[in-house]
């Protein structure tokens, strides 16, 4: 396993895999350096909370041979929210409608066009930061100030999303190997429409139903995602609307609402794939 900062989801999984025998090599890939080329293991579980770390890690266990969960390619799409909203959309999927500006200008052009409110996020990010509801000409101009400023090229680029009404909540879904785990709603607590666990969101069971799991089945299939969660909104009408995918899905909230053993069913997959 390569990680960074190890969190309770890869204390989990490490105990898990101890306890059924199965030998686990640790990498923190802050203090030990990677070799292009080297073979440590058949299989690395991808595990940084860096997007960049997890996606040079992969690489470089790739480099040597080695498979790994997820691939540097799931991980490069999932962290870039543009190449996964276009993903999903070119493998069928319902997402909210989208327009991308690269730079001010196009920004403004794609403002004066937009029903307000609406979404705008980076194409990067995690946890909900940088995401805002825009509602009027006001904000917007202190956004895109705020926005242009920022340091690096990604990070001025605007996904504006249409405003979808989901009652303070979200789905998450998890998907390994193919198949759904279970979904929970994320419902906002303290924030009046974000529900990420990490700003404080209350994670609750929700019925799995065949809309729902072929929808998050095909989300990973888009990504080739071994092991994700998927972000779904759901509107008053029950439309659903894939939004996101996590390459390195944190599941503490997901198994505390449904009591589903989700490193487990990591451990039985990739006892599946030393197989093959």
């Avoid at 962290?79 to 403004?108: C, F, H, W, Y």
């Avoid at 937009?114 to 000409?137: A, E, M």
């Avoid at 929700?206 to 909104?233: H, N, T, W, Y």
Wanted: glycine residues 8%; hydrophobic residues 40%.
């Amino acid at each position: 396993m390569l990680y960074d900062y190890p969190r309770l989801e890869e204390k989990l999984i490490i105990d898990k895999l101890k306890t059924n025998n199965h030998e686990v090599i640790l990498t923190n890939v802050n203090n030990k350096p990677l070799t292009i080329g080297e073979k440590i293991t058949d299989i690395s579980l991808i595990r940084s909370v860096s997007m960049y770390k997890a996606l040079y890690a992969a690489a470089l266990r790739e480099s040597g041979g080695c498979r790994s969960i997820n691939s540097s390619y799931t991980i490069a799409i999932c962290g870039d929210k543009i190449l996964t909203l276009s993903r999903l959309k070119n493998a069928g999927l319902n997402i909210p409608r989208s327009t991308v500006a690269m730079d001010a200008e196009s920004a403004q052009v794609a403002f004066r066009g937009l029903k307000k409110p609406f979404v705008d996020k980076p194409p990067i990010g995690s946890w909900g930061r940088l995401v805002s509801l825009v509602t009027d000409n006001v904000s917007w101009r202190s956004l895109l100030e705020h926005r242009q400023m920022l340091p690096t090229q990604q990070l001025k680029v605007h996904i504006m999303q249409d405003y979808i009404e989901v009652n303070n909540r979200d789905i998450r879904a998890i998907v390994v190997g193919g198949e759904v785990l279970g979904a929970i709603y994320r419902i906002s607590v303290g924030d009046e429409w974000r529900s990420n666990i990490a700003l404080g969101g209350k994670p609750v069971q929700r019925r799995l139903d065949p809309i729902l799991e072929e929808a998050a089945i095909k989300a990973a299939e888009s990504v080739k995602g071994d092991f994700i969660s998927v972000d779904i909104l759901e509107d008053s009408s029950g439309t659903l609307y894939v939004n996101e995918v996590n390459g390195v899905p944190e599941f503490k909230g997901f198994m505390e609402a449904t009591g589903i053993d989700v490193a487990g069913a990591l451990m039985r997959f990739l006892e599946e794939v030393s197989k093959r």
